[in-house]
């Protein structure tokens, strides 16, 4: 087994911890990343007192194998569990906030939704559930909820999540926990209320679904995993990467070098895959290249004196049916210490989306005043400039699960069907979160410890 050597393509999140698995069973291994920096879009920087990220800002607490993998590197890198404030979000309607209702009775009284669709409620546990697997998010929300459900409450989660549109996103792939409350149950109220009450496994109740982060920023847990895996085992910088056939397995190309290996692990996006794998036919490649990514800017923004509205939320998500500029606003200094100097806030706005991907494309001062004017209507922000703006934007942001993702995962299944030894994770599959890519990392690498 020592001798199989493992070569993961990609120095994220899923490669690390893919390494990490493979460390602890003594499986050699090289990680290849094309960037100079180990992380992918995790990173987290400090300026002017604020510590702000430039990809993800927080995951959840899922899943077990999530919960396993911290306590497994205890007090290495422990999550810093978010305020208890996270558990309110707000939804913008109408010139105002409101707190998006988390029970029956919420969204009964809740100004969000139509009393149409209030009185539709009380009748979706009794609805027939949906025989179409393909079926989009909004078909669904309107089919079992109504029209007001859709727009107020499940178009900003997507917005959130995805920075989506309901009427292309698919939830048997991009929400497979709600598309299995209505296929198991045949509802999602009566659903969630049956799962509740039935009984767990021991992990199972470890999972508490809270919102985390790192002390210091996510960027923290990048860099213990590659001191954990070694950093002498991360080839940066490796732009010209490519991969061949041998008789081995397979061969490495980098930096005009070449190295064997027997198994390979690619955690790339979809669209770089056909030329780091030339052997795979490029009619095997066509179903999963065509995956879409949303394009997003992140923008940091930061007050050493806070006098907006009150930050006692996770964050405010944006309806598009409300016609603004924002997805929404992370109220980041809120939910995890020392993000900002005291007295101050620090937020993360987004801009872009797979519905208004032309707002990435401003120029800086143009995103500024932007990112101002909607801040002074949406958080009662006047005459205040910040003391920290800083904004990135990502061309590969947010994988998107369309209709097309059984077509892709059957690619996906019959390619490493094909090139025995090829593993191929990321994005392109399981979901888009922290927990996703944790979870699909441990389950590769006990894949190929398995095989070894």
């Not at 998006?100 to 009794?126: Q, V």
């Not at 900003?156 to 309901?166: R, S």
């Not at 770089?272 to 795979?280: A, D, G, I, S």
């Not at 699960?401 to 599959?429: F, K, P, V």
Request: glycine content about 10%.
């Amino acid at each position: 087994m020592k001798q199989k050597k493992i070569a993961i393509i990609g120095a994220g999140i899923t490669g690390l911890v893919t390494a990490y698995y493979l460390k602890k069973a003594d499986i050699p291994f090289r990680i290849f990343e094309k960037s100079g920096h180990i992380g992918g879009v995790i990173e987290t920087r400090q300026e002017n007192g604020f510590v702000y990220e430039r990809g993800p800002n927080s995951g959840v607490l899922a899943n077990v194998e999530t919960v396993e993998f911290f306590e497994d590197l205890g007090s290495r890198c422990k999550p810093e569990i978010a305020d208890a404030s996270s558990a309110k979000r707000l939804i913008w309607k109408g010139g105002m906030w409101h707190s998006l209702p988390s029970g029956i009775a919420g969204g009964i009284t809740t100004p969000l939704f139509s009393m149409k669709d209030k009185l539709r409620l009380l009748g979706e546990p009794f609805r027939k559930k949906g025989t179409d697997p393909n079926e989009t998010l909004s078909h669904l929300v309107i089919r079992r909820m109504g029209q007001s459900f859709l727009d107020y409450a499940i178009d900003p989660f997507i917005l959130g999540i995805y920075a989506g549109d309901p009427a292309y996103i698919v939830p048997k792939y991009a929400l497979p926990k709600l598309y299995q409350l209505e296929q198991n149950y045949g509802s999602f109220i009566g659903g969630a209320i049956k799962k509740k009450r039935e009984k767990k496994e021991p992990s199972e109740k470890k999972v508490s679904r809270d919102i985390f982060s790192i002390e210091g920023g996510l960027q923290r847990l990048t860099e213990t995993l590659s001191e954990i895996v070694g950093k002498e085992n991360i080839e940066l910088e490796c732009s010209g990467l490519s991969v061949k056939k041998s008789a081995q397995g397979f061969q490495v190309y980098y930096k005009e070098k070449q190295e064997d290996f027997y198994q390979v692990v690619s955690t790339i996006i979809a669209g770089e895959l056909p030329k780091l794998f030339p052997f795979v036919e490029n009619r095997m490649w066509e179903p999963v290249s065509r995956l879409k990514y949303a394009k997003v800017t992140e923008v940091a923004i930061g007050f050493k004196k806070w006098n907006g509205i009150p930050l006692d939320a996770f964050g405010g998500l944006i309806p598009f049916k409300e016609n603004r500029n924002l997805l929404g606003v992370l109220f980041m200094s809120s939910l995890f210490k020392d993000r900002a100097p005291k007295g101050g806030a620090l937020l993360t706005t987004f801009v872009g989306g797979m519905r208004k991907a032309e707002l990435t494309d401003l120029g800086e001062d143009a995103l500024f005043q932007l990112i101002k004017n909607e801040l002074e209507i949406t958080m009662g922000i006047k005459n205040n400039d910040p003391d920290l703006f800083q904004y990135s934007t990502h061309q590969h942001a947010i994988a998107q699960y369309g209709a097309d993702s059984e077509a892709r995962y059957s690619a996906i299944a019959a390619i490493e069907l094909q090139h025995n030894g090829l593993y191929l994770g990321g994005s392109i599959r399981d979901g888009i979160g922290i927990a996703d890519r944790i979870k699909q990392a441990r389950l590769m690498a006990e894949r190929i410890i398995k095989e070894a």
